[in-house]
């Protein structure tokens, strides 16, 4: 086993400013001692957390270190797969509002527009039928399936476009198809990044003020002193086992984080997802669309369907039980799933059934298992939670990183108050 890569000689530090509960113990173990903090996992919390870390007043006495377990980099699992929904309405409202504002400054200070993608779009709820289409023996092929054409020319009268509320520039969904739409919130309450180039560029920001990164390496252990401190976390790599000194650990392991706290009241829900790119003849107004599709023979469907800057349009399906595989690299991508989302979206939109299908992917959201969530705070003296963060970790992502960073490096969270979300609250 490798020992200590990371220990650092000592110099002045900020956690002599610290007041937390835990903080007498902390302040014995580093008031004179330099930092060392290390953040499990590369998903959107790790890797803004990484970037808020890097960006603290404190952080030149620091030193920090990210791991992540996948072989592929980091955003391979919910944080590279997820629509990427920014909203003030989003949930809990403890760190909603202050995430939505650092999302904001963060694509004015870095460029989101070009980095990652970042944009406002209106939100709607669209209701109405589905086309039924051709099957085709390659369900790959499906997003391009042509609809029948008994089925296409059957209208169904049911009022005017603006009797169905459909916005004018919103020509991507079937009007005759369309039974009614509604604005789901006011203009500016909504925007979008690409989630894959957020968390990507969040990492690499971090890295260019001194963030360690390990790709391949996962959290084996976390070790601790007699006193409870934390003193180090093991690992694996390609290259065998290994252990990192640290003052501080942050488990932003998503749906893995219960492997490192047995108790941790998280689990995991796969869900699938597609990109399509549309025709470059027919542009895609910027709309995320919230859709009960009723489809003959087939129910009533519910995809979201988020239009994308790049041209492309991401699509989501519901969550399954399949169980959570050791690495996310092992997610198994379901075909019948993909097939299913890509009829659904299809049925209802001819710019998406003429693209070219990108992506079959699934993920693994974390999902609080006793309710409510994210959960956010210290567990332990140098141990902190930032998981569970269920279908709003892309948006709510800049407050909990934010959070953290003050949490680990002034002792106290400043931002918001997020007592209800703190681990007592959970388990
Ligand atoms: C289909 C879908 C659509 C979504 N759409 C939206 C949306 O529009 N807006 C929104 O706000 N949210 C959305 N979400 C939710 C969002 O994707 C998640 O809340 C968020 O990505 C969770 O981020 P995370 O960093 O906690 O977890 P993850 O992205 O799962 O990252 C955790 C990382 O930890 C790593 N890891 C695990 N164990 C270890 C270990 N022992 N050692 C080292 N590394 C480890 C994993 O490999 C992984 O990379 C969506 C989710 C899904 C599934």
Known sequence: MKSDEHAKGPSLSCSSIRTSTFSSTLMSASTHAARHIIIVGGGIIGCTTAYYLTRHPCFHNSTITLLEASHHGAAQGASGKAGGLVARWA?????????????????????????WGWRFVDVG??????????QEEDPGNLARKKSLEKTRGLTVDSGTRTQKGLPDDLIWVKEHLTESYSPMARSGATAQVHPYLFTTSMLELAKEKGLQVKIGCAATKLVYSSTNQITSVEYKDSTGSGSITATDVIICAGAWSPNLIPGLPIEGTRAHSVVIRTPPTK?????VLFTEITCIGQGVNTPEIYARPDGTVYACGPGDESPLPDNVDDVVVDSTACQVLLRNVSSISDQLRDGEVEKRQACFLPVSSVGGGPIIGQRSPGLYIATGHTCWGISNAPGTAKAISELVLDGKIRCANLKSLQPSKFF
């Open 91 to 115: 949930y809990p409202k403890e760190i909603v509002d202050v995430s939505f504002e650092e999302h904001v400054k963060l694509a004015k200070e870095h460029g989101g527009q070009d980095r």
């Open 125 to 134: 709820s669209w209701e109405g039928r589905g086309e039924v289409l051709e």
């Open 283 to 287: 542009p895609i107004a910027p709309y």
